[in-house]
């Protein structure tokens, strides 16, 4: 199972980024899927999470912001990502789990200038 995101870049402040990752290879059926960062310095953390049943969960750090979403006839996880601010500053990495195993995509870097 391979997972690749796309979408990172850079924004200013303010601005807006959707971020994409799809999830390929043999597989079984997608449970959880999420998003989570790591700022330089820092852990990963949690940003959102979406079940196969479309029921979300986000950081208190995003919400209201942030919004995640699935399309799991293409095995693929969205976030959109609303009113950045510098501190949103991170590696992105998607995450998916199937058959209670974790996989994670290799990031995508979105930087937000002040």
């Known amino acids: 199972v391979q997972l690749v995101e796309s979408g990172g870049g850079l924004v200013q402040a303010g601005g807006s980024l959707r971020l994409s990752c799809v999830a390929s290879g043999s597989m079984l059926s997608i449970n959880t899927m999420g998003w989570y960062r790591q700022a330089p310095g820092k852990q990963r953390g949690l940003v959102a999470t979406?079940?196969?049943?479309?029921?979300?969960n986000y950081a208190d750090s995003v919400q209201g912001r942030f919004t995640i979403s699935r399309d799991n006839a293409k095995n693929t996880v969205y976030l959109q990502m609303n009113s950045l601010k510098p501190e949103d500053t991170a590696v992105y990495y998607c995450?998916?789990?199937?058959?209670?195993?974790?996989?994670w995509g290799e990031g995508t870097l979105v930087t937000v200038s002040p």
């Open positions: 995450n998916a789990n199937i058959a209670i195993i974790n996989y």
């Open positions: 979406i079940s196969c049943g479309g029921s979300t």
